[in-house]
């Protein structure tokens, strides 16, 4: 299915190309203290966040990502990215966001996320996400929280780059477990 258009109180949801790129490098993905916890590293150039961007538009239409940029409406101006990629280890499809950092603590990835487990259980008619964050990332434990996971364990993930190694907790949302959305 393609990654469809979905809209928030404050956010417009979409796809994101390359003429994003500038903006994206510029807002967040270049930023360290966004990077910290992720499984991508900070981006040295603008060209790194460009083929990034190019990758994103090859798997818009496929069935193992769908990843949104999160346009804030009031500016128009991306302010971090949400999505659910297919996490084949774990049989799920796992929810992940980022968000500049002066958008942090606004409840942007609390509001993208929320709509992120609407589509996936309503359009895509899943029945179990799966996420995790750094046991260090206690703002992203807040967002998952809110959102009605459940904490199944403690495993450990790296960055792409093999650079990092966090020790994570991990969640799981059955679509017949009390959500968010109810």
Do not use: P
């Amino acid at each position: 299915m393609k990654t469809i258009t979905l809209e928030t109180g404050r956010l417009r949801m979409r796809r994101m190309n390359g003429e994003d790129a500038d903006m994206v490098f510029q807002n967040w993905a270049s930023d360290g203290r966004v990077a910290k916890f992720m499984r991508w590293s900070v981006h040295e150039s603008v060209e790194v966040t460009r083929a990034w961007l190019q990758e994103e538009e090859r798997q818009a239409d496929s069935d193992l990502a769908y990843n949104w940029g999160l346009e804030y409406k009031q500016t128009g101006e991306l302010v971090g990215s949400a999505g659910l990629v297919w996490n084949g280890e774990k049989g799920l499809y796992e929810l992940g966001y980022n968000v500049m950092y002066s958008y942090w603590n606004q409840g942007i990835a609390t509001e993208a996320s929320r709509k992120i487990v609407e589509f996936a259980f309503n359009t895509l008619q899943l029945r179990k996400l799966y996420c995790c964050h750094a046991v260090e990332n206690v703002a992203s434990q807040r967002v998952i929280e809110k959102l009605g996971f459940q904490f199944s364990g403690y495993s450990q993930y790296s960055s792409r780059d093999g650079t990092k190694t966090f020790l994570s907790k991990e969640y799981t949302l059955e679509r017949s477990s009390k959500t968010a959305l109810d």
